[in-house]
């Protein structure tokens, strides 16, 4: 009763390779038969989900580019579920795309892709490949640095509104530690890589930038570790709001604690990597929709109010012995 039409057995999905101290390089692709981003409105529409998401899970973004039918993101997770990052992202484009566009079905083909770079060198080249993503689009040829929808403008210093996605400083400082100077080699190697294709050709370029004296690799990156327990959450919250009421998670009605509420509720899902399940178990007797609307005010409070605003780094120094 297992075998499918052919009698064959059904192969198993992969397991998807996810190390969240690692960068990924992770591609989305539409369905065939559909354009992803059919005007510029589209691809600022997932810009703006990109940076809502990296604010929310405390991600970093190295590169991107948005062509027509597909994502690049050189992603370092800092220490989050990629998974759920990138799900929440296209979830949230989708449910735009369709009521945009009055269709309903699948906007993305199936899983995102992704692939760890545990290389460190190699992290160059990943960036390289995304930036001279759209040197097939006749009016780019030979100028993907103009390219709006792609972070190398960013790197060049070309422009800076892409929503503070983009965190070019990692990758540049491999280069030079004079900020002009790293752009323009980082230039120079994007160039040279346009011109390859193969792999260990790409890494004979890297050794021309890497192999020499004045190069030193900087692993300057930010890992938070997710695997806080939810009474460190509470206990760092409450030194940090100040509240002194024993267990006020569990209090639903008083207005004056219903922000530390939704706070601790929001970084619980950030810090302690919850789903809204284990949300749900934690605090008993509330629905799922419930947990993501007050996760969704934590946010909130956390982004615009300023007295909440410098949460996370007093948190994470009230249970610094697991930030690095």
């Known amino acids: ?28 692709r539409s369905i065939s038969e559909l354009t992803l981003f059919k005007n510029y409105k589209d691809k600022v529409k997932y810009l703006e989900l990109l940076a809502l998401y990296c604010e929310k899970f405390q991600c970093s973004i190295l590169s991107y580019c948005l062509m027509d039918t597909h994502v690049h993101i050189q992603l370092d997770p800092r220490g989050s579920d990629m998974s759920k990052f ?67 403008g960013i790197y060049l210093g070309n422009y800076d509104y892409d929503f503070g996605l983009a965190d070019p400083d990692f990758i540049l400082s491999q280069f030079a530690s004079n900020p002009k100077e790293a752009m323009v080699r980082y230039a120079e190697f994007v160039s040279s890589c346009n011109k390859v294709t193969q792999k260990e050709k790409y890494y004979e370029l890297i050794d021309d930038y890497v192999k020499n004296d004045k190069y030193d690799y900087k692993s300057e990156r930010v890992v938070i570790y997710r695997d806080y327990s939810p009474h460190e959450i509470l206990n760092a919250v409450e030194s940090a709001l100040k509240t002194e009421i024993p267990n006020f998670i569990n209090v639903k009605y008083n207005r004056s604690l219903s922000d530390a509420r939704a ?37 909130e409070l956390i982004k615009s109010i300023p007295k909440y605003q410098n949460i996370y780094p007093e948190i994470l120094d009230f249970i610094k012995p697991k930030a690095s």
């Open 1 to 28: 009763k297992y075998l499918n039409v052919k009698g064959v057995f059904p192969l198993p999905r992969i397991a998807r390779i996810k190390a969240p101290d690692t960068v990924h390089h992770v591609m989305c």
């Open 86 to 152: 990138m799900h929440g992202i296209n979830l949230c484009y989708a449910q735009y795309y369709n009521k945009k566009y009055r269709r309903h079905g699948h906007v993305f083909q199936g899983r995102f892709l992704s692939r760890a770079v545990f290389d460190d060198v190699y992290n160059l080249v990943v960036s390289a490949y995304i930036h001279n993503n759209p040197k097939d689009i006749p009016d780019y040829r030979d100028a993907v640095h103009t390219y709006p929808y792609s972070s190398y």
């Open 263 to 299: 706070v601790s509720t929001f970084l619980m899902r950030c810090l302690c990597d919850f789903t809204y399940k284990d949300i749900c178990k934690t605090l008993g007797n509330i629905t799922a929709s419930q947990a993501a609307n007050l996760c969704n005010k934590g946010y």
